[in-house]
């Protein structure tokens, strides 16, 4: 059988991957080096520059391509040099329908350095695929997609997006992030690019930050290894290296994330001390069917609002918690808890982010992989 028909858990572990040339080893070695000896002028084995390829990242693209489904993979120094890549496809004057609820640091992307360079930004709610038919016109070149989004844990329903976008001739690009490939793949619903901030669950064990783009299209993918190597925000080989590791255990941690996030989230729901509880697991989350669809199971990912919680509640619950601990970032196998409004979404206005549901009082989890009664317990005594 061919590395190319493996399925997605094997993938994880062989796809794009061959013992090394030189020795046979069986983990891509770390090629710490910045350059690569010629022969004659152009005389070299493929590589010349690290910044326009090194082997370690080479395998670690080559990963990426193969567990999206992709025939390219671009790696970045961290999943914003990635989108910065793919904005570099604009030009002033374009304009870019995003999802209203994302990553704080993707909206102050678009809003604080591209909107300088005159490119147009519409955040719009997609939870509903045809509210973005309003906002396409002639300048429309690229839809933004997050889903689930963060930190609201909506459900985009990407196959929709990616039929208007296809019929308007529009780029689709979806930040798979949370959702990871071990649960939805969509370049195969139809998206042109696929992000990751690989510093979350691809990496995996919070020791690493690094970003990723995987694409279908030979033209597209040419266009964006331009920008990597004239831009040269790249990743490092020992980064690269981390981010292999990470993703040959993906499918087994992404497992267990899930089934703790399903208790997790359960338990959630119950606690008289709880108001809301966002996660697209359960049957009454508006876009569920979606979901089930779309994604193979619903994540470690939950937000939730403490009953009659104000901000200072809110703080209180995240500094009592002990298994959990509090930080930035998340699909780490640790277990993290955040405050959306003061820590990752702290740079989009509270008028804005309080729009998409991102109050005061919502608390984040990155549910881990840890003895799940154990996370219960912690959360128990944090009420
Ligand atoms: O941090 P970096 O690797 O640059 O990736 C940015 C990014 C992009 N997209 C999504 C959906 C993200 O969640 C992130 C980073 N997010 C956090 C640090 C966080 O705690 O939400």
């Not at 990743?235 to 399903?262: A, W, Y």
């Not at 996660?279 to 403490?306: C, E, L, R, T, Y």
Request: net charge neutral; with cysteine.
């Amino acid at each position: 059988m061919g590395k190319k028909t493996l399925r997605f858990n094997s993938k994880t572990i062989h796809g794009g991957q061959f013992p090394d040339k030189a020795y046979g080893a069986v983990m891509p070695p770390i090629y710490q080096t910045s350059t690569y000896a010629q022969t004659t002028p152009g005389g070299h084995k493929g590589y010349e520059y690290s910044r326009s390829a090194n082997p370690t990242r080479t395998a670690l693209e080559n990963a990426l391509a193969s567990i999206e489904n992709g025939n390219y993979g671009l790696a970045f120094g961290s999943g914003l040099a990635a989108m910065d890549a793919v904005m570099k496809l604009l030009k002033p004057g374009d304009e870019v329908i995003s999802t209203n609820d994302l990553y704080g640091g993707s909206y102050r992307i678009f809003k604080k350095i591209f909107e300088q360079y005159g490119i147009v930004f519409h955040f719009v709610g997609m939870q509903d695929a045809s509210a973005i038919e309003a906002h396409i016109n002639k300048k429309t070149k690229l839809i933004w997609v997050e889903t689930p989004t963060n930190p609201m844990m909506n459900i985009i329903d990407i196959k929709a997006v990616a039929q208007l976008a296809k019929q308007h001739n529009v780029l689709l690009a979806v930040d798979n992030t949370f959702a990871t490939p071990y649960l939805q793949l969509p370049l195969d619903l139809g998206a042109d690019i696929v992000m990751h901030s690989a510093t979350k669950y691809l990496g995996g064990h919070s020791d690493v930050v690094l970003g990723g783009l995987v694409v279908k299209d030979k033209e597209l993918a040419d266009r964006l290894y331009f920008i990597q190597n004239a831009s040269g925000a790249v990743c490092g080989p020992m980064d690269s290296f981390l981010v292999l590791r990470g993703i040959k255990t993906l499918h087994v941690r992404m497992q267990r994330h899930c089934e703790n996030g399903r208790a997790v989230a359960q338990y959630l729901a119950n606690h008289p001390g709880v108001e809301k509880v966002y996660w697209p697991g359960f049957a009454s989350h508006p876009n569920h069917q979606v979901a089930k669809d779309q994604m193979k199971d619903f994540g470690g990912m939950i937000s939730f609002v403490p009953k009659g919680a104000d901000y200072a509640t809110a703080i209180k619950i995240v500094e009592r918690l002990k298994v959990f601990t509090l930080a930035e970032s998340l699909g780490g196998v640790e277990s993290l808890a955040g405050h959306p409004a003061s820590m990752t979404h702290a740079s989009i206005p509270k008028e804005e982010r309080e729009k998409s549901g991102v109050v005061d009082s919502l608390i984040r989890l990155s549910v881990g992989i840890e003895d799940v009664d154990d996370l219960i317990e912690d959360l128990e005594q944090a009420f």
